[in-house]
């Protein structure tokens, strides 16, 4: 197919230009001013309209997206661990095999229209551990999502829990292998919720499957005293010492990282994600992200995966601390793109011959010039989801014009507002 009048949009490298795109299979086979289309190409005339690589939520729960307008426990968590206890963690014990699957196909639905072809989640639903992750593959792949999924392992629920825990991981992780749409990780809760045994399985897991962990790291002032308290440690000397650290795994929130614990997560090239909306709105602290090195990445926690609403949270979360020293915005914004480049051993975040075609089509029209120098203030001031009107993944239009394909929207989310008022009903009797 060909893309004929569009205006690439990419940050790295920092570039608009005019031009046609031609698709083949799942890649970008060619670029260029002057491509005419071969004899039986499917040619679309795009009209000037931005062309920017599908956007990555490097870091995200699609368990909490029937949480929504949920009614808040009685009396209001008064901190961290309160809100995990009163909230999240009554929310994915009431988790079953349906609300799990609805779950993932709203959080899936949102995605897409805010342009996020990629999802890197971490689940939990101790529940119903086994075959969750399909049931949340089943979904993201109805929508036509790309997905890095992993369940969340946890001493919460005693040993066995743990166990199947850890089976799902291993599970998954060798059904997609090879899969062009999905892959798995190690999942693992926090080093607050974990014994020494239970991270250094899950370090062997990933050691033994050449992947990586995925796990909060001090999002809150708790991991950082349980692991002083309980093992005088610190939680990056934790994983260290469990053989988490690797240049596969993913380190979330790590808000209150010392300066040796980021020597270290830095050394052993580890990817940190940034998450303000969710450290925001747990009153966690503000993140050292001029400390995250080169490997970062903005991941939603559970929010909608509008990540250029994420990239304008980062970006005023910073200003309004005063803090002078730089972010690299660029590197903060594409570093999901490079995190799953690594992930599949494919190029994602270019839009050159031979990157996947995950591509969103933006009806954006820039009322000031825009221009190789300004790309980031448009991104940040001017881009909106809402100008998201198209979207492709690996080669394939999932949605186009706002409406996505080969689905009954309006229908799932009738029947994803049952799912929740299930959900809320079951946790409510939980209290
Ligand atoms: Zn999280």
């Known amino acids: 197919m060909l893309l004929k009048n569009i205006r690439i949009f990419t940050l790295a490298p920092a570039q608009v230009k005019k031009t046609n795109l031609r698709i083949t299979g799942s890649v970008i086979s060619a670029e260029g ?3 005419k289309p071969l004899k039986d190409e499917k040619v679309i005339d795009l009209e000037g309209k931005l062309v920017l690589p599908g956007f990555v939520n490097a870091h995200t729960h699609l368990y909490s997206s029937l949480s929504r307008g949920m009614p808040m426990p009685a009396e209001a968590p008064s901190n961290f661990l309160e809100i995990l206890e009163k909230i999240w963690w009554k929310l994915d014990i009431a988790l079953d095999e349906q609300t799990i699957y609805y779950s993932a196909l709203a959080g ?48 919460r629920g005693g040993k066995k829990k743990r166990d199947e825990g850890l089976a799902e991981n291993e599970r998954f992780i060798i059904a997609n292998k090879t899969d062009e749409y999905f892959r798995g990780y190690v999942g693992a809760h926090a080093a607050f919720t974990m014994s020494d045994e ?38 990056v000397g934790r994983l260290k ?57 903005l991941g939603t926690d559970g929010f909608p995966a509008d990540m250029l609403e994420e ?58 010039p825009m221009v190789k120098d300004n790309l980031l203030g448009h991104y940040l001031f001017g881009m909106q989801s809402s100008n998201v009107e198209s979207v492709m993944v690996g080669g394939k239009w999932v949605m186009k014009n706002r409406k996505i394909l080969g689905l009954d929207e309006k229908k799932i989310l009738a029947k ?13 009797k939980m209290s």
């Open 198 to 235: 239970s991270l250094a399985l899950c370090g062997e897991m990933a050691a033994k499957h050449k992947t990586g962990v995925h796990i909060h790291v001090s999002e809150d002032l708790s991991d950082v005293k349980d692991a002083e308290e309980k093992y005088k440690s610190t939680v």
């Open 33 to 35: 001013p002057s491509l």
């Open 311 to 368: 990239a304008k949270f980062a970006f005023h979360k910073k200003r309004d601390s005063r803090i002078e020293d730089n972010i690299d915005y660029v590197k903060l914004i594409t570093g999901g793109q490079k995190l799953i480049s690594d992930i599949f051993g494919k190029n994602f975040g270019t839009i050159k011959k031979g990157s996947v075609a995950d591509l969103v089509v933006m009806n954006y029209n820039e009322p000031t």
């Open 108 to 155: 899936a639905i949102e995605a897409i229209k805010c342009g996020t072809t990629t999802l890197v989640d971490h689940h939990a639903s101790p529940s119903s551990i086994k075959g969750s992750l399909d049931l949340i593959k089943k979904a993201m792949k109805q929508v036509g999502m790309r997905g890095v999924l992993c369940y969340e392992v946890t001493d």
């Open 241 to 297: 010492a469990n053989k988490i650290l690797k240049k596969e795994t993913i380190l979330a929130h790590c808000v209150h990282l010392t300066p040796a614990e980021f020597k270290t997560s830095l050394e052993n090239e580890c990817w940190l994600m940034h998450n303000p909306r969710s450290n925001m709105n747990n009153r966690v602290g503000y993140a050292k992200v001029h400390q995250f090195g080169d490997k970062l990445a």
């Open 416 to 428: 994803s507002q049952q799912a929740a008022k299930k959900l809320w009903k079951k946790m409510e």
